[in-house]
């Protein structure tokens, strides 16, 4: 197991397993796992991960554009938006009787994480083996890493 | 219909399909459908574990999406926007299901001798499905970052973005997991 070389197929063993790999790239990592015991075990994982990820239900995209032209009537552009608050806001009605609009439970600034709410009710690292990892720096990480890759996937 | 409509777009970005969403064109928002369904649905699954509720959830994330489509502002890309609305949806029905079923490892089809001569085919089929039976056992951001790297081919930045972590973060969580069910399939 040669630490460079493997942590760089690593990386790639989802993609080559799932042919989203151009032809050159596939063939390195093809030959990395004829002679790498460890990596091809991780390969073989992956491989049948990837082999049993479930199918959608047929039906499912019909349903969603179904509902979708359902609602569709009901929603409103932001100009309709902007209209219906200053219309309500003439009438002295207040906003905050209205019920919560489930269009509003979407992320605005997806690349910035800091500014959404959290995602997770649970916390992994309350969870016996989850590391709690929100706080260590990027160095940190790395270093787990790599002590995770040196010393336990032997 | 559908097909066509698929084919149609076929060499349209997400971010335009959406930009068109945002116009009103329907048959844009549907084409966006057509080509993420199975990984929202997917996503939905790994957090809600019931076939029929990730299927809900995944009604529901696309719904959302197609009323916030104002709110998508491009910053990031469409499917990571779209996966992050999949799991709040997916967590807010869980939350409002009082009663959920559990999957249990042993709800996974049991690994039994397949008869005199199984074929390889099925044998294969049983130990994917026993490799899925235990990546649902693994701590949700581990879970999450196995299965958007190798079903859907995310980057680990793209993850932490679905995951609300860093991308170094979602690095470790992926490598975690992997290891965690190597130990398990020992």
Not at chain 1, 126 to 131: S, V
Not at chain 2, 125 to 145: D, F, H, I, M, T
Request: some cysteine; proline content about 5%.
């Amino acid at each position: 197991m040669n630490g460079s070389v493997c942590d760089r197929i690593r990386d790639r063993i989802p993609d080559h397993v799932a042919g989203r790999l151009a032809p050159g790239d596939a063939a390195e990592v093809a030959r990395h796992l004829e002679g790498c015991g460890e990596c091809r075990a991780e390969s073989d994982l992956v491989a049948l991960l990837f082999e049993g990820r479930p199918e959608a239900p047929r039906g499912l995209v019909g349903n969603v554009v179904a509902a979708s032209r359902l609602r569709g009537a009901t929603r409103h552009p932001w100009w309709g938006l902007a209209a219906a608050a200053v219309a309500a806001l003439a009438l002295g009605i207040g906003m905050s009787s209205r019920s919560p609009d489930p269009a509003l439970d979407v992320p605005v600034y997806v690349s910035e994480a800091d500014d959404r709410e959290p995602l997770w009710l649970s916390d992994d690292g309350l969870i016996a083996g989850a590391p709690a990892l929100e706080g260590l720096s990027e160095e940190d990480l790395m270093l787990l890493l790599q002590e995770m890759t040196v010393g336990g996937a032997a | 219909m559908l097909v066509r409509n698929s084919e149609r777009w076929a060499s349209t970005t997400d971010e335009e399909l959406a930009r068109r969403g945002q116009d009103g064109d329907e048959a844009a928002f549907e084409a966006l459908v057509q080509r993420h369904h199975a990984t929202v649905y997917r996503v939905a699954l790994s957090i809600v574990s019931d076939p029929d509720l990730a299927q809900d959830a995944a009604q529901e994330a696309f719904l959302k999406a197609y009323r916030g489509l104002g709110g998508f502002r491009g910053e990031a890309a469409f499917r990571t926007w779209l996966l992050t609305i999949t799991a709040n949806a997916a967590r807010s029905m869980l939350r409002r299901r009082t009663r959920r079923k559990e999957t249990e490892l042993d709800q996974a089809p049991p690994v039994v001798s397949g008869g005199p001569d199984p074929s390889e085919q099925a044998v294969v089929a049983q130990e994917a499905a026993v490799a899925r039976a235990l990546l649902a056992k693994l701590p949700e951001k581990q879970r999450l970052s196995v299965q958007l790297r190798v079903d859907e081919g995310l980057s680990f930045r793209e993850i932490g973005e679905v995951i609300g972590s860093s991308e170094g973060a979602a690095r470790v969580n992926y490598f975690h997991g992997i290891h965690r069910l190597r130990e398990w399939l020992r």
